[in-house]
């Protein structure tokens, strides 16, 4: 069954999300402080930025000349994780600016059904041949706006 259908009455943000990734929580993914190392949450988030890119039909390869490169991004840790526990990671463009596309990564709890993190990134179309930015493919936004339809940007 879909994720979104089958886990949206207890997140009903993530039916509007463009991917929903499930991951489960490690013994190994914790550290001395006894929960969830910070960097373990950004790991989820890069997972699911690759799904999504993928399900909007951008090459991750690098072998088009255009692709995403990561800009900017932030981290707010909202509560803490804790072994043992399964997450949903989602990823979403929330955001449409002239030269890049501002995504959005959150992280749910199934075990607390809370929100635990949230990640936004700025990515940038870049010229791997050039080595410079280069514009928003009109693809992409095809793309973004089919995977998305209820999205306003």
Not at 17 to 42: F, K, R, S
Not at 66 to 92: E, H
Request: contains cysteine; hydrophobic residues 40%.
């Amino acid at each position: 069954m879909d994720i979104k259908a089958s886990l949206g009455s207890i997140y009903p943000e993530i039916k509007s999300a463009g991917v929903v990734e499930e991951y489960l929580i490690h013994w190994g993914d914790m550290d001395a402080a006894q929960h969830v190392n910070n960097l373990i949450y950004l790991r989820w988030c890069e997972s699911a930025r690759i799904s999504y890119f993928k399900a909007i039909g951008i090459d991750t390869s690098f072998a088009d000349s255009i692709g995403p490169i990561l800009g900017w991004m932030d981290a707010k840790y909202i509560r803490p994780l804790t072994f043992p526990d399964q997450v949903l990671v989602t990823t979403s463009t929330v955001e449409i600016k002239p030269d890049r596309l501002v995504l959005e990564g959150r992280v749910y709890s199934q075990t607390m059904a809370k929100l635990s993190f949230i990640s936004k990134q700025e990515i940038i179309p870049y010229d791997y041949k050039s080595l410079r930015k280069a514009e928003i493919p009109t693809q992409w936004l095809i793309n973004i706006k089919s995977l998305q339809p209820e999205s306003e940007f």
